[in-house]
Every structure is written in structure tokens, then in C-alpha cells.
């Protein structure tokens, strides 16, 4: 099982990015983002269900956008309206027959 994260980078405040998730190897559904700033506990950003379905955090509602490509084995994160309390480290997260796996992280940062 491998989950490749990209798209991080630096943005100024009210900019936006995108994250790509790309999955392979034994695996059921990417099921979304998380993400760990500094000090602070993970915390979840966003999820799909494997019908679709989403959820997102209060922080995020209405800024970010979450979307799946079945046919590429990959998940998107759309961020916009930034806010440089969402600099942190996200994590793509996948459900496996060995339960949940996540990637290795690409990191945002977002200055004032």
C-alpha cells in the first residue's frame, strides 16, 4: 500500500491550493485529509465515504472542497480562502484490508 501526497507549498493568506492523493496497492477507498500543525494534536480536515458522501471540519466548511477520481486511484483537496491557521502538515488517509494507512505528508504553509 502506498499513498503519495502533493501539491503543498507556501501561499499568502486568501490564496488557494490543491492536494493530490494518489493511491496504490491493496486498498478499499482514500477516505480523505487530515492535518498537524505545530504542538497541536492531528486533527481530521475532510473526509469521503466510498459513496461520496463528504464531511468536512467546521474550520474548513465552505473554503475547502474535497473530490475523488476513481478511475486515477486519487483524492483532491481544493483550498481556498487560505488562512495561516490552516499551516500545517496534511496527511492523506486510506482504508486497507489492514485498516487505515496514511501517506507520508506534504506540508502547507500559509503567511499573514
Known amino acids: 500500500v502506498q499513498l503519495q501526497a502533493s501539491g503543498g507549498g507556501l501561499v499568502q493568506a486568501g490564496g488557494s491550493l490543491r492536494l493530490s492523493c494518489v493511491g496504490s496497492g491493496d486498498i478499499f477507498f482514500i477516505r480523505g485529509w487530515e492535518r498537524q500543525a505545530p504542538g497541536k494534536q492531528r486533527e481530521l480536515v475532510a473526509n469521503?465515504?466510498?459513496?461520496?458522501?463528504?464531511n468536512y471540519a467546521d474550520s474548513v466548511k465552505g473554503r475547502f472542497t474535497l473530490a475523488r477520481d476513481n478511475a486515477k486511484n486519487t483524492v483532491y483537496l481544493q483550498m481556498n480562502s487560505l488562512k495561516p491557521e490552516d499551516t500545517a502538515v496534511y496527511y492523506c488517509?486510506?482504508?486497507?484490508?489492514?485498516?487505515?494507512?496514511w501517506g507520508q505528508g506534504t506540508q502547507v504553509t500559509v503567511s499573514s
Open positions: 469521503i465515504g466510498n459513496d461520496g458522501s463528504t
Open positions: 488517509a486510506a482504508v486497507t484490508t489492514r485498516g487505515d494507512v
